[in-house]
Protein backbone atom coordinates (compact mmCIF):
# COMPACT_ATOMS: atom_id res chain seq x y z
CA UNK A 1 0.00 0.00 0.00
CA UNK A 2 1.00 3.74 -0.91
CA UNK A 3 1.86 5.65 2.04
CA UNK A 4 -0.51 8.53 1.97
CA UNK A 5 -0.36 11.57 3.70
CA UNK A 6 -3.02 14.89 4.02
CA UNK A 7 -1.13 17.30 2.46
CA UNK A 8 2.91 17.62 1.02
CA UNK A 9 5.32 18.12 3.48
CA UNK A 10 6.50 21.65 4.20
CA UNK A 11 10.34 20.77 3.55
CA UNK A 12 9.37 19.53 0.05
CA UNK A 13 8.90 23.60 -1.05
CA UNK A 14 12.15 24.84 1.02
CA UNK A 15 13.93 25.20 -2.00
CA UNK A 16 17.42 25.19 -0.07
CA UNK A 17 16.53 21.94 1.33
CA UNK A 18 17.42 20.16 -2.57
CA UNK A 19 20.90 21.31 -2.67
CA UNK A 20 24.30 19.74 -2.07
CA UNK A 21 23.58 16.83 -4.52
CA UNK A 22 21.83 13.79 -4.21
CA UNK A 23 22.42 10.14 -2.49
CA UNK A 24 20.65 7.63 -4.75
CA UNK A 25 19.72 4.75 -5.21
CA UNK A 26 20.11 4.65 -9.27
CA UNK A 27 18.65 1.18 -10.99
CA UNK A 28 19.59 0.86 -15.28
CA UNK A 29 16.50 -0.97 -15.95
CA UNK A 30 17.62 -2.04 -19.32
CA UNK A 31 16.14 -0.85 -22.79
CA UNK A 32 12.96 1.47 -22.98
CA UNK A 33 10.03 -0.38 -21.72
CA UNK A 34 6.85 1.67 -20.68
CA UNK A 35 5.68 -1.71 -19.10
CA UNK A 36 8.93 -2.64 -16.78
CA UNK A 37 9.22 0.93 -15.76
CA UNK A 38 5.84 1.53 -14.85
CA UNK A 39 6.29 -1.82 -12.99
CA UNK A 40 9.37 -1.16 -11.05
CA UNK A 41 7.66 2.85 -9.87
CA UNK A 42 5.11 1.41 -8.49
CA UNK A 43 6.96 -1.58 -6.68
CA UNK A 44 9.80 0.98 -5.38
CA UNK A 45 7.36 3.86 -4.35
CA UNK A 46 5.23 0.62 -2.62
CA UNK A 47 8.57 -0.84 -0.98
CA UNK A 48 10.09 2.66 0.49
CA UNK A 49 7.15 3.92 1.66
CA UNK A 50 6.87 6.94 -0.15
CA UNK A 51 4.34 9.52 1.17
CA UNK A 52 3.01 11.70 -2.02
CA UNK A 53 3.97 11.88 -4.90
CA UNK A 54 4.12 15.77 -5.88
CA UNK A 55 5.33 17.84 -8.58
CA UNK A 56 7.16 20.92 -7.28
CA UNK A 57 7.53 24.18 -8.80
CA UNK A 58 8.80 25.74 -5.49
CA UNK A 59 6.50 27.76 -4.58
CA UNK A 60 4.17 26.47 -2.12
CA UNK A 61 0.75 27.32 -4.48
CA UNK A 62 2.67 25.78 -7.15
CA UNK A 63 2.69 22.12 -5.49
CA UNK A 64 0.79 19.47 -7.31
CA UNK A 65 -0.44 16.26 -6.10
CA UNK A 66 0.37 13.47 -9.27
CA UNK A 67 0.41 9.73 -9.26
CA UNK A 68 3.16 7.12 -9.43
CA UNK A 69 2.64 6.87 -13.46
CA UNK A 70 5.25 6.75 -16.13
CA UNK A 71 3.49 9.61 -17.47
CA UNK A 72 3.46 12.14 -14.16
CA UNK A 73 7.58 10.55 -14.10
CA UNK A 74 8.44 12.01 -17.67
CA UNK A 75 6.42 15.05 -16.46
CA UNK A 76 9.13 15.88 -14.14
CA UNK A 77 10.88 14.48 -10.57
CA UNK A 78 8.27 12.80 -8.40
CA UNK A 79 9.05 14.29 -5.14
CA UNK A 80 7.91 13.06 -1.49
CA UNK A 81 8.48 12.26 1.94
CA UNK A 82 10.10 8.58 3.29
CA UNK A 83 11.74 7.55 6.57
CA UNK A 84 15.12 6.73 6.33
CA UNK A 85 15.90 3.18 8.77
CA UNK A 86 16.24 5.14 11.73
CA UNK A 87 12.86 6.45 11.66
CA UNK A 88 13.32 9.90 10.63
CA UNK A 89 11.31 11.78 8.18
CA UNK A 90 13.45 12.65 4.99
CA UNK A 91 11.93 14.73 1.53
CA UNK A 92 13.34 12.61 -1.86
CA UNK A 93 12.55 12.57 -5.20
CA UNK A 94 12.04 9.76 -7.30
CA UNK A 95 12.74 10.53 -11.27
CA UNK A 96 13.06 8.41 -14.55
CA UNK A 97 15.78 9.00 -17.24
CA UNK A 98 14.82 7.52 -21.07
CA UNK A 99 18.47 7.21 -22.54
CA UNK A 100 18.10 7.68 -26.38
CA UNK A 101 19.18 4.65 -27.90
CA UNK A 102 20.01 3.58 -24.90
CA UNK A 103 18.29 2.05 -21.37
CA UNK A 104 15.64 3.17 -18.92
CA UNK A 105 16.90 4.04 -15.55
CA UNK A 106 14.69 4.64 -12.36
CA UNK A 107 16.37 6.70 -9.53
CA UNK A 108 15.81 7.25 -6.16
CA UNK A 109 17.56 10.66 -4.80
CA UNK A 110 17.72 11.71 -1.11
CA UNK A 111 19.20 16.02 -1.48
CA UNK A 112 21.82 16.07 0.54
CA UNK A 113 21.20 18.98 2.33
CA UNK A 114 18.38 17.75 3.93
CA UNK A 115 19.87 15.09 4.63
CA UNK A 116 22.76 16.82 6.41
CA UNK A 117 20.18 18.78 8.48
CA UNK A 118 18.89 15.40 10.00
CA UNK A 119 22.48 13.70 10.78
CA UNK A 120 25.46 16.21 11.52
CA UNK A 121 27.87 13.24 10.98
CA UNK A 122 27.43 13.80 7.32
CA UNK A 123 29.23 17.28 7.11
CA UNK A 124 31.16 18.00 4.02
CA UNK A 125 30.68 14.52 2.15
CA UNK A 126 31.50 13.76 -0.46
CA UNK A 127 33.84 16.56 -0.62
CA UNK A 128 35.97 16.67 2.42
CA UNK A 129 38.35 13.34 2.54
CA UNK A 130 36.59 11.18 5.36
CA UNK A 131 38.92 8.08 5.16
CA UNK A 132 35.79 5.82 5.14
CA UNK A 133 34.26 7.50 8.66
CA UNK A 134 30.86 7.90 5.83
CA UNK A 135 30.09 4.64 6.11
CA UNK A 136 28.75 4.86 9.83
CA UNK A 137 25.87 6.58 8.44
CA UNK A 138 26.25 5.34 5.04
CA UNK A 139 25.99 1.64 5.10
CA UNK A 140 22.00 1.82 7.01
CA UNK A 141 20.89 3.82 4.00
CA UNK A 142 22.85 1.65 1.25
CA UNK A 143 21.81 -1.24 3.35
CA UNK A 144 17.52 0.08 2.97
CA UNK A 145 18.24 0.80 -0.88
CA UNK A 146 19.74 -2.54 -1.63
CA UNK A 147 16.53 -4.19 0.11
CA UNK A 148 14.73 -1.73 -2.14
CA UNK A 149 16.36 -2.83 -5.10
CA UNK A 150 15.64 -6.59 -4.84
CA UNK A 151 12.06 -5.40 -4.28
CA UNK A 152 11.93 -4.14 -7.99
CA UNK A 153 14.69 -6.68 -9.31
CA UNK A 154 11.47 -9.28 -8.14
CA UNK A 155 9.06 -7.28 -10.22
CA UNK A 156 10.07 -5.65 -13.01
CA UNK A 157 14.39 -6.80 -13.37
CA UNK A 158 17.45 -4.34 -14.32
CA UNK A 159 20.62 -4.73 -15.12
CA UNK A 160 22.64 -3.06 -12.45
CA UNK A 161 21.38 -0.91 -9.34
CA UNK A 162 23.89 1.56 -7.80
CA UNK A 163 24.17 3.27 -4.45
CA UNK A 164 26.37 6.47 -3.90
CA UNK A 165 26.39 10.41 -4.60
CA UNK A 166 25.36 11.03 -7.85
CA UNK A 167 25.51 7.32 -9.32
CA UNK A 168 23.00 7.68 -11.83
CA UNK A 169 24.66 6.66 -15.11
CA UNK A 170 28.14 7.41 -13.89
CA UNK A 171 28.46 3.32 -13.40
CA UNK A 172 26.81 1.37 -16.27
CA UNK A 173 26.04 -2.47 -16.22
CA UNK A 174 27.89 -2.75 -19.56
CA UNK A 175 31.17 -0.87 -18.25
CA UNK A 176 31.36 -2.59 -14.85
CA UNK A 177 34.88 -4.38 -14.96
CA UNK A 178 35.78 -5.85 -11.67
CA UNK A 179 32.84 -5.58 -8.84
CA UNK A 180 35.22 -6.87 -6.23
CA UNK A 181 37.30 -3.75 -6.84
CA UNK A 182 37.65 -0.91 -3.75
CA UNK A 183 34.48 1.42 -4.83
CA UNK A 184 33.07 4.79 -3.32
CA UNK A 185 29.40 3.07 -4.57
CA UNK A 186 27.53 0.06 -3.57
CA UNK A 187 26.26 -2.30 -6.27
CA UNK A 188 23.29 -4.78 -6.41
CA UNK A 189 23.24 -7.34 -9.49
CA UNK A 190 21.06 -8.43 -11.48
CA UNK A 191 21.74 -11.86 -10.01
CA UNK A 192 20.90 -10.32 -6.24
CA UNK A 193 24.15 -9.92 -5.34
CA UNK A 194 24.63 -6.96 -3.04
CA UNK A 195 28.21 -5.28 -2.79
CA UNK A 196 28.66 -2.65 -0.28
CA UNK A 197 30.64 -0.26 -0.85
CA UNK A 198 34.13 -0.20 0.49
CA UNK A 199 34.94 3.46 1.42
Same mark, same amino acid.
Given at each position: ?47 AGIAGPWHV ?35 ? $? =?? /?????? @?????? +????? %? ?46 ? $? =?? /?????? @?????? +????? %? ?18
Open positions: MFAMTSGPPPQLSDRDAWTGGYYELAMQLGERDDVRLQAALAVLARAQWQPDRIRHVSWTVADLQEGRLRGQIHLPGGEPMIC $A =VF /GVREDQ @GDDWLD +LSIPL %EALCRSDARIGGFPFAPDDGASLTWRQPIDNWFARLAGEVRHEAAFRL $A =VI /GFEVSG @GVRAEE +LANEA %EIRPYALVLPDGTYLPAAS
